[in-house]
């Protein structure tokens, strides 16, 4: 009978959880949407990766995504053959609503509202950024990708992630990679590379681990952002992330 009652409470307590995150900004890199060999877009993976926030939808959260444009554009590589780096960017910029338009379509066919917002401007394509407006989309349950980044050259994907989970008032950035956290050395190339579970924003800073770049870092640290590191790559991972779980690296104050 003890045992009985035992499994009873652990179900209710099971079917009872709530998210502790009411609203997200899921920062993604290119590579999330790419094809075989890292470059272009695929959309298969975009179908996977639709199905994956269509749960996190499914429990109320309302979220927020900016991605970026490795898969079809580095704006080092340009820069490195003796481009200018505004232009560089800007290209960067136009990749990203790309992808945004590309997984805006894949999570309209599996059924969720999505609008893509961009800070350049181009309403053939796009609803300009409007920060109320964003929220209202999200408040309406909408899922909104935020493309264009910043609007600005010299400003990454990183950054203008961590801006809009400002401005949208999000509780947290997920930024999901290829690796399940932030370790001490690039776990693909070093075996012995040691993860962390918790990292507080200076010390991110200070070992310059390369999660996101220093200025995402710290207007995170400014405003008491938190985020967490994780693998996309995983399943249920980002479920695990808005339950509360520990999943990935947590860096806090």
């Keep these: 009978?003890?045992?009985?009652?035992?499994?009873?409470?652990?179900?209710?307590?099971e079917t009872t959880k709530k998210p502790i995150y009411q609203r997200i900004l899921l920062k993604l890199g290119g590579e999330a949407i790419a094809g075989p060999e890292g470059f272009g877009i695929d959309p298969k993976r975009a179908e996977g990766l639709a199905g994956e926030i269509q749960h996190v939808r499914e429990l109320g959260v309302q979220t927020a995504i900016v991605?970026?444009?490795?898969?079809?554009?580095?704006?080092?590589?340009?820069?490195?053959?003796?481009?200018?780096?505004?232009?560089?960017?800007?290209?960067?910029?136009?990749?990203?609503?790309?992808?945004?338009?590309?997984?805006?379509?894949?999570?309209?066919?599996?059924?969720?509202v999505t609008r893509v917002m961009s800070a350049l401007e181009m309403r053939a394509v796009a609803e300009p950024y409007i920060r109320r407006r964003a929220i209202r989309h999200l408040e309406k349950g909408r899922v909104v990708i935020l493309g264009g980044g910043t609007g600005n050259p010299y400003f990454s994907t990183d950054t203008a992630a961590a801006l809009r989970a400002m401005e949208i008032d999000a509780d947290i950035v997920i930024k999901a990679t290829r690796v399940d956290g932030v370790y001490d050395?690039?776990?693909?190339?070093?075996?012995?590379?040691?993860?962390?579970?918790?990292?507080?924003?200076i010390e991110a800073l200070n070992r310059r681990l390369q999660v996101m770049d220093s200025t995402a870092i710290s207007l995170c640290m400014e405003n008491a952002l938190p985020i967490i590191v994780l693998s996309m790559w995983k399943m249920d991972n980002l479920i695990k992330a808005v339950m509360g779980e520990p999943v990935g690296t947590l860096i806090t104050e």
């Design 185 to 201: 050395a690039d776990p693909e190339i070093d075996p012995d590379a040691k993860r962390f579970d918790r990292l507080t924003y």
């Design 1 to 13: 009978m003890l045992a009985r009652n035992i499994i009873e409470e652990a179900i209710i307590e």
């Design 67 to 112: 991605i970026g444009a490795g898969n079809l554009w580095r704006g080092r590589d340009g820069i490195a053959r003796g481009m200018e780096q505004a232009t560089a960017d800007y290209m960067g910029m136009l990749g990203t609503v790309m992808n945004s338009m590309a997984l805006m379509d894949a999570l309209e066919r599996s059924g969720i």
